[in-house]
Nanobody, 118 residues
Framework: VQLQASGGGLVQAGDSLRLSCAAS????????MGWLRQVSAKERELVAA????????FYADSAKGRFTISRDNAKNTVYLQMNTLKVDDTAVYYC????????????WGQGTQVTVST
């Protein structure tokens, strides 16, 4: 599966953004999907993930209550709605996919930069 992330940008603290990740291929609905973020050379952090059925969802503590992951299998797209953004949310955000795992992903899209200013 090939992934294309979009929706990043420069916003102020407290604002909202919605990231989208469009997937190619007819088997998107069978993939677990995740959003991860990376700041500079630091390790990528799993922010949110959703199982292929949508029945299992994971959020990092930093995302709970502010971020919502969702998927539209008819559109081959996964979303990350980010509300009440903080400066600490500044990072490159990547979408990722895997057939079997909801935390260890084998396919990655290019990143989209999110910058939150004060």
């Amino acid at each position: 599966v090939q992934l294309q992330a979009s929706g990043g940008g420069l916003v102020q603290a407290g604002d909202s953004l919605r990231l989208s990740c469009a997937a190619s291929g007819r088997t998107f609905s069978s993939y677990n999907m995740g959003w991860l973020r990376q700041v500079s050379a630091k390790e990528r952090e799993l922010v949110a993930a959703i199982s292929w059925t949508g029945g299992s969802i994971f959020y990092a503590d930093s995302a709970k209550g502010r971020f919502t992951i969702s998927r539209d299998n008819a559109k081959n797209t996964v979303y990350l709605q980010m509300n009440t953004l903080k400066v600490d949310d500044t990072a490159v955000y990547y979408c990722a996919a895997d057939r079997y795992s909801i935390s260890d992903f084998s396919s990655w899209g290019q990143g989209t930069q999110v910058t939150v200013s004060t």
